[in-house]
Nanobody, 124 residues
Framework: EVQVVESGGGLVQAGGSLRLSCRMSGSTFEDWTYGWFRRAPGKVREGVSC????????YYTDSVKGRFTISSDNARNTVYLQMNNLKPEETDVYFCAAAEVWSSRCPSDYFGLWGQGTQVTVSS
């Protein structure tokens, strides 16, 4: 079974850091594009960051540039999202997803394989 599984969420104070992990299993890691998404209740799912497993190209939504870093470890079949200087409004469930193609816009409708999500809570 091909799947992605997230881990690493938790509770952190404003200004703190968390690192999310997303492990791919059941398929060739390098064949996929990986993305991190978040969606607060009543809001549209937002593409936070994406990375190509083929060539490492990355995308960041404007609000996280300079604070979040996406990376991949091919040996561990894992993608990471390092989140620094977190803000209370970034409290959300963060989802990892995988797509078979790359898009520079990181659109959620390109992604067909989704994890169950991990809760990130940033206290003020």
């Amino acid at each position: 079974e091909v799947q992605v599984v997230e881990s690493g969420g938790g509770l952190v104070q404003a200004g703190g850091s968390l690192r999310l992990s997303c492990r791919m299993s059941g398929s060739t890691f390098e064949d996929w594009t990986y993305g991190w998404f978040r969606r607060a209740p009543g809001k549209v799912r937002e593409g936070v960051s994406c990375i190509s497993g083929v060539d490492g190209r990355t995308y960041y939504t404007d609000s996280v540039k300079g604070r979040f870093t996406i990376s991949s470890d091919n040996a561990r079949n894992t993608v990471y999202l390092q989140m620094n200087n977190l803000k209370p409004e970034e409290t959300d469930v963060y989802f990892c997803a995988a797509a078979e193609v790359w898009s520079s816009r990181c659109p959620s409708d390109y992604f067909g394989l989704w994890g169950q999500g991990t809760q990130v809570t940033v206290s003020s």
